[in-house]
């Protein structure tokens, strides 16, 4: 039997792209293929934050950002803890996307484009080599 491992992820938006990279980044020998029902991938994120795609929040304190969600709040909670706004920064920053915070907590890329984070998903896509269908 095979240790090589089939993985589907279905959903071509931030959410998809990010759980296909994380595959691929903790299994490299994963053949990893990402679904997308739509011809347009990313299509929320093009159009998030009026164009400019508002990428995380600069507030770091994990009870404070869970209150935020008063639905789901409690159970964001653990995640944030394992991966919260800080750990999402560093790791666009780590591809070289640089991140600007606003005034009011909201995290863009400087380029004020959300192209910028599309192009960044993209790259790693094909860093990673997983299947887009």
């Not at 994380?22 to 990893?32: D, R």
């Not at 209150?67 to 159970?75: D, I, L, S, T």
């Amino acid at each position: 039997m095979s240790d090589v491992k089939n993985v589907a992820v279905i959903g071509g938006g931030a959410a998809g792209f990010f759980a296909a990279i994380s595959v691929k980044t903790h299994h490299p020998l994963a053949i990893v293929t990402l679904f997308e029902k739509s011809s347009k991938v990313l299509s929320k994120v093009k159009v998030s934050g009026g164009g400019r795609c508002n990428v995380t929040n600069a507030n770091n304190d994990i009870t404070s950002l869970c209150n935020a969600y008063p639905r789901g709040g409690k159970e964001l909670k653990n995640i944030f803890y394992r991966f919260g706004p800080q750990d999402t920064q560093n790791w666009f920053e780590d591809r070289k996307v640089s991140l600007k915070a606003e005034p009011d907590g909201r995290v863009f890329p400087v380029s004020n484009n959300s192209q910028t984070i599309i192009d960044c998903l993209m790259e790693e896509c094909k860093k990673k080599n997983f299947y887009l269908l």
